[in-house]
Protein backbone atom coordinates (compact mmCIF):
# COMPACT_ATOMS: atom_id res chain seq x y z
CA UNK A 1 0.00 0.00 0.00
CA UNK A 2 1.04 3.74 -0.99
CA UNK A 3 2.21 5.95 1.78
CA UNK A 4 -0.69 7.83 2.79
CA UNK A 5 -3.26 5.15 1.54
CA UNK A 6 -4.58 5.41 4.64
CA UNK A 7 -5.84 9.14 4.59
CA UNK A 8 -8.38 8.20 1.99
CA UNK A 9 -10.19 5.67 4.45
CA UNK A 10 -14.05 6.02 4.33
CA UNK A 11 -15.85 6.81 7.85
CA UNK A 12 -19.56 6.22 8.70
CA UNK A 13 -21.52 7.16 11.34
CA UNK A 14 -21.64 3.18 12.83
CA UNK A 15 -17.99 3.16 13.34
CA UNK A 16 -18.70 6.66 15.22
CA UNK A 17 -21.01 4.57 17.26
CA UNK A 18 -24.90 5.31 16.35
CA UNK A 19 -26.43 2.63 14.95
CA UNK A 20 -29.24 4.10 12.35
CA UNK A 21 -30.31 0.85 11.37
CA UNK A 22 -30.98 0.25 15.22
CA UNK A 23 -32.93 3.13 15.50
CA UNK A 24 -35.37 2.52 12.93
CA UNK A 25 -35.96 -0.98 14.60
CA UNK A 26 -36.95 0.70 17.32
CA UNK A 27 -39.50 2.69 15.76
CA UNK A 28 -40.70 0.16 13.96
CA UNK A 29 -40.99 -2.50 16.94
CA UNK A 30 -42.89 0.30 19.15
CA UNK A 31 -45.00 1.67 16.52
CA UNK A 32 -47.52 -0.89 17.81
CA UNK A 33 -47.43 0.57 21.22
CA UNK A 34 -48.26 3.84 20.23
CA UNK A 35 -51.12 2.89 18.30
CA UNK A 36 -52.43 1.47 21.51
CA UNK A 37 -52.74 4.69 23.19
CA UNK A 38 -54.83 5.57 20.18
CA UNK A 39 -57.81 8.33 21.40
CA UNK A 40 -60.43 10.79 20.33
CA UNK A 41 -58.17 13.30 18.26
CA UNK A 42 -55.10 11.93 17.85
CA UNK A 43 -54.27 8.32 15.58
CA UNK A 44 -50.88 8.07 17.44
CA UNK A 45 -49.04 6.90 14.13
CA UNK A 46 -45.78 7.28 14.51
CA UNK A 47 -43.09 8.49 11.72
CA UNK A 48 -43.24 11.88 10.80
CA UNK A 49 -41.81 15.21 12.15
CA UNK A 50 -44.29 16.03 14.34
CA UNK A 51 -47.53 14.84 15.89
CA UNK A 52 -50.85 16.12 15.41
CA UNK A 53 -53.77 16.42 17.47
CA UNK A 54 -57.49 17.32 17.02
CA UNK A 55 -59.10 19.35 19.67
CA UNK A 56 -62.18 19.83 18.33
CA UNK A 57 -62.58 16.12 17.82
CA UNK A 58 -61.46 15.19 21.34
CA UNK A 59 -64.35 17.40 22.19
CA UNK A 60 -63.37 21.10 23.28
CA UNK A 61 -65.24 24.06 22.25
CA UNK A 62 -62.82 27.00 23.71
CA UNK A 63 -60.09 25.07 25.39
CA UNK A 64 -57.11 26.58 27.09
CA UNK A 65 -53.88 24.16 26.73
CA UNK A 66 -51.58 23.16 29.65
CA UNK A 67 -48.29 21.72 29.12
CA UNK A 68 -45.74 20.40 31.54
CA UNK A 69 -42.71 18.44 31.02
CA UNK A 70 -41.01 16.07 33.54
CA UNK A 71 -38.35 12.99 34.25
CA UNK A 72 -37.62 10.03 36.61
CA UNK A 73 -34.91 11.41 38.43
CA UNK A 74 -31.99 9.42 40.14
CA UNK A 75 -35.04 6.32 40.50
CA UNK A 76 -34.00 5.95 36.84
CA UNK A 77 -30.14 5.02 38.10
CA UNK A 78 -32.04 2.42 40.48
CA UNK A 79 -33.62 0.70 37.61
CA UNK A 80 -31.28 0.83 35.36
CA UNK A 81 -28.69 -0.92 38.19
CA UNK A 82 -30.87 -3.76 38.84
CA UNK A 83 -32.28 -4.43 34.88
CA UNK A 84 -35.76 -3.31 35.72
CA UNK A 85 -36.54 -1.09 33.13
CA UNK A 86 -40.82 -2.11 32.43
CA UNK A 87 -42.00 0.64 35.20
CA UNK A 88 -40.04 3.38 34.97
CA UNK A 89 -42.35 4.30 31.80
CA UNK A 90 -45.08 4.61 33.70
CA UNK A 91 -43.32 6.84 35.98
CA UNK A 92 -42.47 9.57 33.54
CA UNK A 93 -45.99 9.57 32.42
CA UNK A 94 -47.29 9.75 35.87
CA UNK A 95 -44.74 13.40 36.83
CA UNK A 96 -46.51 15.22 33.79
CA UNK A 97 -49.95 13.73 33.65
CA UNK A 98 -50.46 14.03 37.25
CA UNK A 99 -49.15 17.78 37.07
CA UNK A 100 -51.69 18.29 34.58
CA UNK A 101 -54.72 17.42 35.89
CA UNK A 102 -54.02 19.57 39.16
CA UNK A 103 -54.69 22.47 36.81
CA UNK A 104 -57.98 20.65 35.54
CA UNK A 105 -56.78 19.86 32.57
CA UNK A 106 -57.23 16.64 30.41
CA UNK A 107 -53.75 15.25 29.27
CA UNK A 108 -53.77 14.78 25.84
CA UNK A 109 -50.95 13.34 23.92
CA UNK A 110 -47.33 12.51 25.33
CA UNK A 111 -44.04 13.04 23.84
CA UNK A 112 -41.19 11.12 25.02
CA UNK A 113 -36.74 11.81 24.88
CA UNK A 114 -35.26 8.87 24.88
CA UNK A 115 -31.36 9.64 25.47
CA UNK A 116 -28.44 6.66 25.09
CA UNK A 117 -24.65 6.09 24.65
CA UNK A 118 -25.46 3.19 22.73
CA UNK A 119 -28.97 2.05 21.78
CA UNK A 120 -30.21 -1.45 23.09
CA UNK A 121 -33.35 -1.66 21.72
CA UNK A 122 -34.54 -4.23 23.57
CA UNK A 123 -34.44 -2.26 27.05
CA UNK A 124 -35.49 0.72 25.25
CA UNK A 125 -38.29 -1.14 23.52
CA UNK A 126 -39.23 -2.30 27.36
CA UNK A 127 -39.17 1.49 28.81
CA UNK A 128 -41.89 2.86 25.67
CA UNK A 129 -43.72 -0.04 26.58
CA UNK A 130 -43.71 1.43 30.26
CA UNK A 131 -44.58 4.71 28.71
CA UNK A 132 -47.35 3.07 26.21
CA UNK A 133 -48.86 1.84 29.89
CA UNK A 134 -48.43 5.11 31.46
CA UNK A 135 -50.55 6.85 28.57
CA UNK A 136 -53.30 4.01 28.62
CA UNK A 137 -53.69 4.96 32.10
CA UNK A 138 -53.51 8.60 31.80
CA UNK A 139 -55.99 8.47 28.77
CA UNK A 140 -53.82 9.77 26.57
CA UNK A 141 -52.04 9.26 23.42
CA UNK A 142 -48.30 8.63 22.69
CA UNK A 143 -47.88 10.60 19.52
CA UNK A 144 -44.30 11.24 19.09
CA UNK A 145 -41.14 11.64 20.50
CA UNK A 146 -37.17 11.34 20.15
CA UNK A 147 -34.58 8.75 20.25
CA UNK A 148 -31.11 9.68 20.87
CA UNK A 149 -27.45 7.55 20.83
CA UNK A 150 -25.36 9.49 21.87
CA UNK A 151 -21.49 8.03 22.22
CA UNK A 152 -19.46 9.54 25.00
CA UNK A 153 -22.33 11.12 26.83
CA UNK A 154 -23.45 8.65 28.69
CA UNK A 155 -21.51 5.01 30.58
CA UNK A 156 -22.86 1.87 29.40
CA UNK A 157 -25.95 0.83 30.00
CA UNK A 158 -27.09 4.03 31.10
CA UNK A 159 -30.03 6.07 29.59
CA UNK A 160 -31.91 9.37 30.55
CA UNK A 161 -35.97 9.48 29.82
CA UNK A 162 -37.85 13.08 29.42
CA UNK A 163 -41.23 13.55 28.89
CA UNK A 164 -43.80 16.10 27.37
CA UNK A 165 -47.45 16.53 28.08
CA UNK A 166 -50.25 18.40 26.59
CA UNK A 167 -53.73 18.91 28.59
CA UNK A 168 -56.78 20.70 27.81
CA UNK A 169 -59.26 22.57 29.62
CA UNK A 170 -62.19 24.24 29.23
CA UNK A 171 -61.62 28.24 29.56
CA UNK A 172 -62.90 29.31 32.60
CA UNK A 173 -62.66 25.63 34.21
CA UNK A 174 -59.46 25.67 35.42
CA UNK A 175 -58.07 24.85 38.89
CA UNK A 176 -56.56 28.00 40.06
CA UNK A 177 -56.90 27.68 44.06
CA UNK A 178 -58.89 30.93 44.04
CA UNK A 179 -62.25 29.10 45.62
CA UNK A 180 -60.30 27.60 48.19
CA UNK A 181 -61.25 29.43 51.63
CA UNK A 182 -60.60 28.85 55.30
CA UNK A 183 -63.00 25.78 56.47
CA UNK A 184 -62.65 23.83 53.47
CA UNK A 185 -61.11 19.94 54.01
CA UNK A 186 -58.24 18.36 52.82
CA UNK A 187 -58.24 14.84 51.13
CA UNK A 188 -55.32 12.80 50.95
CA UNK A 189 -55.07 9.90 48.52
CA UNK A 190 -52.91 6.87 49.01
CA UNK A 191 -49.52 6.50 47.17
CA UNK A 192 -48.45 3.70 45.36
CA UNK A 193 -44.56 3.75 47.24
CA UNK A 194 -42.14 6.31 46.96
CA UNK A 195 -43.31 7.55 43.30
CA UNK A 196 -40.90 9.76 41.97
CA UNK A 197 -38.82 12.18 44.40
CA UNK A 198 -36.30 11.49 47.23
CA UNK A 199 -34.38 8.62 45.25
CA UNK A 200 -31.26 10.19 45.68
CA UNK A 201 -31.79 9.92 49.33
CA UNK A 202 -32.96 6.34 48.71
CA UNK A 203 -29.59 5.20 46.69
CA UNK A 204 -27.58 6.97 49.60
CA UNK A 205 -29.70 4.89 52.49
CA UNK A 206 -28.91 1.44 50.18
CA UNK A 207 -25.54 2.37 49.86
CA UNK A 208 -24.38 3.17 53.21
CA UNK A 209 -26.67 0.59 55.37
CA UNK A 210 -25.59 -2.47 52.76
CA UNK A 211 -29.14 -3.27 51.55
CA UNK A 212 -29.90 -5.99 49.64
CA UNK A 213 -32.75 -5.31 47.08
CA UNK A 214 -32.83 -9.07 45.34
CA UNK A 215 -34.25 -10.16 48.53
CA UNK A 216 -37.02 -9.79 50.47
CA UNK A 217 -37.97 -6.85 52.03
CA UNK A 218 -37.75 -6.28 55.77
CA UNK A 219 -40.98 -5.17 55.91
CA UNK A 220 -43.05 -7.31 53.50
CA UNK A 221 -41.50 -10.90 53.29
CA UNK A 222 -43.56 -11.39 50.07
CA UNK A 223 -41.90 -8.59 48.14
CA UNK A 224 -38.27 -8.34 46.94
CA UNK A 225 -36.99 -5.05 48.08
CA UNK A 226 -36.31 -3.58 44.78
CA UNK A 227 -39.96 -4.09 43.85
CA UNK A 228 -41.03 -2.19 46.32
CA UNK A 229 -38.52 0.48 45.53
CA UNK A 230 -39.59 0.79 41.96
CA UNK A 231 -43.78 0.55 42.32
CA UNK A 232 -44.79 2.81 39.65
CA UNK A 233 -46.08 6.78 40.24
CA UNK A 234 -49.73 6.14 40.59
CA UNK A 235 -51.15 8.15 38.28
CA UNK A 236 -54.92 9.90 39.48
CA UNK A 237 -56.69 11.40 36.29
CA UNK A 238 -59.06 9.32 35.64
CA UNK A 239 -60.00 8.94 39.27
CA UNK A 240 -59.96 12.95 39.28
CA UNK A 241 -61.46 14.23 36.21
CA UNK A 242 -64.98 13.37 36.83
CA UNK A 243 -64.77 15.20 40.03
CA UNK A 244 -62.84 18.28 38.68
CA UNK A 245 -65.67 18.23 35.70
CA UNK A 246 -68.60 18.17 38.01
CA UNK A 247 -66.97 21.28 40.48
CA UNK A 248 -66.55 19.43 43.22
CA UNK A 249 -63.18 20.09 43.73
CA UNK A 250 -61.34 23.58 44.58
CA UNK A 251 -57.76 22.58 44.61
CA UNK A 252 -55.27 19.56 43.83
CA UNK A 253 -52.10 19.26 44.90
CA UNK A 254 -49.62 16.66 43.69
CA UNK A 255 -47.22 15.81 45.98
CA UNK A 256 -43.81 15.54 44.44
CA UNK A 257 -40.68 16.91 45.48
CA UNK A 258 -41.22 19.28 48.56
CA UNK A 259 -43.10 16.59 50.19
CA UNK A 260 -46.55 17.55 51.51
CA UNK A 261 -45.17 20.67 53.26
CA UNK A 262 -43.81 22.56 49.81
CA UNK A 263 -46.57 21.33 46.84
CA UNK A 264 -49.61 22.20 49.42
CA UNK A 265 -49.45 25.57 49.95
CA UNK A 266 -48.53 25.89 46.10
CA UNK A 267 -52.30 25.62 45.20
CA UNK A 268 -53.67 28.08 48.42
CA UNK A 269 -54.39 31.53 47.99
CA UNK A 270 -52.66 34.41 50.33
CA UNK A 271 -53.93 34.34 53.69
CA UNK A 272 -54.67 30.73 54.40
CA UNK A 273 -52.68 27.62 55.86
CA UNK A 274 -53.08 23.82 55.33
CA UNK A 275 -52.90 21.91 58.84
CA UNK A 276 -53.15 18.36 58.33
CA UNK A 277 -52.63 15.21 61.12
CA UNK A 278 -50.46 12.78 60.25
CA UNK A 279 -51.93 10.36 62.87
CA UNK A 280 -55.06 10.07 60.87
CA UNK A 281 -53.77 8.14 58.04
CA UNK A 282 -51.41 5.20 58.47
CA UNK A 283 -47.67 5.43 57.38
CA UNK A 284 -47.11 2.95 54.52
CA UNK A 285 -44.41 0.20 55.75
CA UNK A 286 -41.59 1.35 52.83
CA UNK A 287 -42.12 4.97 54.49
CA UNK A 288 -41.51 3.47 58.22
CA UNK A 289 -38.03 1.67 56.50
CA UNK A 290 -37.06 4.62 55.13
CA UNK A 291 -37.03 6.71 58.43
CA UNK A 292 -35.97 3.67 60.68
CA UNK A 293 -32.85 2.97 57.96
CA UNK A 294 -31.64 6.82 58.03
CA UNK A 295 -32.77 7.75 61.63
CA UNK A 296 -34.63 10.60 59.06
CA UNK A 297 -36.29 13.31 61.35
CA UNK A 298 -40.43 14.17 60.59
CA UNK A 299 -39.85 17.46 59.02
CA UNK A 300 -37.10 15.88 56.72
CA UNK A 301 -39.66 12.79 55.69
CA UNK A 302 -42.26 15.31 55.14
CA UNK A 303 -40.11 17.48 52.75
CA UNK A 304 -38.18 15.04 51.15
CA UNK A 305 -41.31 11.81 50.52
CA UNK A 306 -44.83 11.45 50.21
CA UNK A 307 -45.48 10.38 53.39
CA UNK A 308 -48.18 7.87 52.16
CA UNK A 309 -49.82 10.74 50.27
CA UNK A 310 -49.49 11.39 46.31
CA UNK A 311 -52.48 13.81 46.18
CA UNK A 312 -53.74 15.97 48.09
CA UNK A 313 -57.42 17.30 47.47
CA UNK A 314 -59.33 20.05 48.91
CA UNK A 315 -63.27 20.65 48.69
CA UNK A 316 -65.70 22.26 50.95
CA UNK A 317 -67.23 20.23 53.82
CA UNK A 318 -70.41 19.76 51.67
CA UNK A 319 -68.69 18.31 49.42
CA UNK A 320 -66.33 15.22 51.16
CA UNK A 321 -69.41 12.90 50.88
CA UNK A 322 -69.84 12.45 47.15
CA UNK A 323 -66.50 13.51 46.08
CA UNK A 324 -64.94 10.61 48.55
CA UNK A 325 -67.45 7.95 47.20
CA UNK A 326 -66.60 8.59 43.39
CA UNK A 327 -62.97 8.64 44.08
CA UNK A 328 -63.43 5.48 46.65
CA UNK A 329 -65.41 3.82 43.33
CA UNK A 330 -62.56 5.09 41.03
CA UNK A 331 -60.74 2.76 42.79
CA UNK A 332 -58.56 5.72 45.57
CA UNK A 333 -57.68 5.44 49.20
CA UNK A 334 -58.83 8.19 50.59
CA UNK A 335 -57.97 9.81 54.01
CA UNK A 336 -59.28 13.03 55.29
CA UNK A 337 -56.02 14.46 56.57
CA UNK A 338 -56.58 18.33 57.62
CA UNK A 339 -58.39 21.81 56.90
CA UNK A 340 -57.81 24.92 55.74
CA UNK A 341 -57.88 27.79 58.04
CA UNK A 342 -56.89 31.45 57.92
CA UNK A 343 -53.58 32.41 58.08
CA UNK A 344 -49.93 32.94 56.52
CA UNK A 345 -49.91 30.97 53.64
CA UNK A 346 -48.28 27.26 54.53
CA UNK A 347 -48.69 24.19 55.31
CA UNK A 348 -47.78 22.68 59.07
CA UNK A 349 -48.39 18.92 59.75
CA UNK A 350 -48.40 17.96 63.13
CA UNK A 351 -48.68 14.30 64.90
CA UNK A 352 -45.84 11.51 64.60
CA UNK A 353 -43.70 12.68 67.05
CA UNK A 354 -44.38 16.57 66.51
CA UNK A 355 -44.81 19.31 65.02
CA UNK A 356 -43.16 20.57 61.46
CA UNK A 357 -44.48 23.23 58.96
CA UNK A 358 -43.32 25.48 55.78
CA UNK A 359 -44.20 28.89 55.93
CA UNK A 360 -43.57 31.84 52.74
CA UNK A 361 -44.32 32.89 49.33
CA UNK A 362 -44.97 30.25 46.89
CA UNK A 363 -45.05 31.88 43.52
CA UNK A 364 -46.79 30.60 40.63
CA UNK A 365 -43.97 30.15 38.75
CA UNK A 366 -42.58 28.08 41.01
CA UNK A 367 -40.46 25.20 39.49
CA UNK A 368 -41.69 21.42 40.26
Known amino acids: MADGAGESESYTYAEAGVSIA ?54 LKLAIDHGRHDGVGIDLVAMCANDLVVQGAEPLFFLDYFATGRLDTGVAERVI ?51 VEAGDVVLGLASSGVHSNGYSLVRRLAADKGWK ?16 LLEPTRIYVRSL ?25 RVLPRGLHARLDAGVWPQPRLMAFLQAQGNIQPEEMARTFNCGIGMAVIVAPADIKDVREMLERAGEKIFEVGSIEAGERGCTVTGRAGVWSARGDWSATHHG
Open 22 to 75: AGNALVKAIGPLARSTARAGADAALGGFGGFFDLKAAGYRDPLLVAANDGVGTK
Open 129 to 179: AGIAEGCRQAGCALIGGETAEMPGMYAEGDYDLAGFCVGAVERGEALTGER
Open 213 to 228: PDRPALFDQDALLIEA
Open 241 to 265: LPAVRGGRIKALAHITGGGLLENIP
